[in-house]
């Protein structure tokens, strides 16, 4: 017998015999963080987009989501979503190439969703028909699920929830009616970075105390754990400023905003943010002190 952490509620569980996944299905049952971010992440317009408009798996969807397939099928059953059977399921990589040359010889477009096309047309209609969803992309609703986003972790593609700081940022950006796109990809040295609030070119990125070891609190040798990590202070600071320079270097410039700070006098964040957004006035990368070696 072992235990392990519930990566959800950070409890204890423990695992009657190795590798025997049931106690910790058990515990999911009824973790109250499990249910809680299985609510969030599932919802209608997710579903329905993946599954109906990208024609994704639910075997898909369970390996993005970490929650299992029994679970996503039950949900989308839920929300009348219609399933699909597996024959139909295995036939659906052939069925999307057979679409896409259908589509370029009837559209002259490889995609059918791009926009303006009749077929985009159609579907919205459809969509709302169905569903009386207007204008998916476009509804603060859906804005604010962006949150509920892809990254990547050590190789794997994993929900990215927002945090309450940022949250807290990007509800301020959206009032102020600023453009912004929550958790952009950015493709730095051909890997995949994601930007927490961007306008135009104009990035902000609202760190964490602990998970960015922000220099008003931690020293360059403190070690820092959180999960996945144990080391340095420092090494954090020199995975940020490498992509603090990638950023610049593809043109963008970089404000960075903090956790404590937006807890103790959001205020003052919001104004600098404002004279950033609005007047390009900037400190650069955020820790002063720090050298490359
Ligand atoms: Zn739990």
């Known amino acids: 017998m072992h235990t392990e952490i519930c990566k959800y509620c950070h409890k204890k569980v ?20 499990y249910q809680k971010y299985k609510n969030e992440i599932l919802t209608k317009e997710y579903l329905y987009n993946e599954y ?20 996503i099928i039950k949900k989308m059953k839920f929300f009348n979503i219609d399933t699909r059977t597996i024959k139909e399921s295995c036939n659906e990589a052939e069925r999307k190439q057979r679409y896409k040359e259908t589509c370029l010889k009837n559209f002259g477009y490889e995609h059918n969703f791009c926009k303006n096309t009749e077929s985009r047309k159609k579907w919205e209609q459809q969509l709302f028909d169905d569903y009386g969803i207007t204008n998916i992309f476009q509804r603060e609703d859906i804005k604010f699920k962006s949150h509920i986003s892809l990254f990547h972790h050590k190789g794997k593609t994993q929900l990215r929830k ?98 404590k700070d937006i807890k103790e006098n959001f205020d003052k964040v919001k104004d600098i943010i404002k004279k950033f957004i609005e007047r390009g006035e900037n400190e650069g990368f955020y820790n002063k002190e720090y050298k490359e070696n």
Not at 166 to 179: C, M, Q, R
């Open 52 to 71: 109906i408009v990208n024609r994704h798996s639910a075997k898909w969807i369970s390996e993005q989501t970490g929650i299992n397939t029994k679970a």
């Open 162 to 259: 927002i945090s309450k700081v940022e949250k807290k940022v990007l509800d301020f950006l959206i009032s102020e009616g600023y453009d912004v796109i929550n958790n952009k990809k950015i493709l730095c040295n051909n890997k995949v970075k994601y930007a927490d609030c961007v306008i135009n070119n104009k990035i902000i990125e609202v760190n964490g105390d602990i998970y960015h070891a922000n220099p008003k609190i931690y020293k360059s040798n403190d070690l820092i754990r959180f999960w996945g990590y144990n080391d340095k202070a420092k090494l954090l600071w020199d995975k940020d400023y490498q992509k603090f320079k990638e950023y610049k270097h593809l043109g963008y410039d970089v404000l960075y905003v903090w956790e």
């Open 14 to 33: 423990e695992i009657k015999k190795d590798g025997h996944k049931g106690s910790m299905q058990g515990h999911l049952a009824k973790c109250n963080e």
